[in-house]
């Protein structure tokens, strides 16, 4: 119950970014790209991203810092007695069954610290998300519940370009998210990037004058694309 309260805090918040780019006298009116919200959060707060994304699939991508999650459910979790009171809580692929893509940041003896939450941290995450969802688990060569705490060097650097590929749909970004990072223990992936022909801006495969006419039109109406910035700067 509680993880779902985060979870819709989550959406309630960009609700209320939504509400803002729309109202005249907002310091955002008409500044919020509407097409490109993500969530993220740390331990409990990355659990309740999920949450989120079980609630609004239009989200474009979830970063998790070293989630955990308590998903109570008679039906799905089998029964558990404590101090006489009954607890059904368990992670199964049902509770975070959704499409929204989603980087995961773990530690590697995580479980060591939170021994209550075995079977519900980033890895189990990861494992009973659909395989149709990309998904990357990145988990931190012998750390603990705070390896992504504060997000720093690599999981700072993953961080982004998962960002950048997921909402820019930056090429060059899924390459990077391809490479097995320095610090991790166990690095697993389903994401697959598509071949890419620099300076082909319209996607057909081939370089040619329309690519040209993009890039000059995406100049002059001062808008940025990826595919036309082949410096990268």
Known sequence: FLLHLLGQGLVDAIETIRQENNRIDSPLYGLIDMDSFS????????????????????????????P????????????????????????????????????????????????AYEGMLGQDIYANMPESTDKILFEGSGEGHGFAAYPYDEVSEYALNWLKYQVLDDSAACEFL???????????????????????????????????????NSILSNEYNVNADLNLD
């Open 68 to 115: 955990t999650v308590i998903f109570e459910d008679c039906e799905l979790c089998p029964a558990e007695e404590h101090d006489g009171v009954t607890y059904c809580i368990c992670l199964v692929p049902e509770f975070v069954n959704h499409s929204v893509p989603s980087l995961i940041f773990a530690g590697e003896v995580e479980v060591d610290e939170l021994t």
């Open 178 to 216: 391809l490479e097995y990072p320095s610090l991790a223990s166990e690095y697993l992936t389903n994401i697959e990037c598509a071949e890419y022909l620099d300076g082909d801006i319209n996607g057909d495969e081939l370089v040619n004058v329309q690519d040209i006419i993009l890039a000059v």
């Open 39 to 66: 969530v993220s959060g740390y331990s409990m707060g990355g659990g309740a991203s999920h949450n989120a994304a079980m609630i609004d699939n239009s989200l474009k991508a979830l970063i998790s810092l070293n």
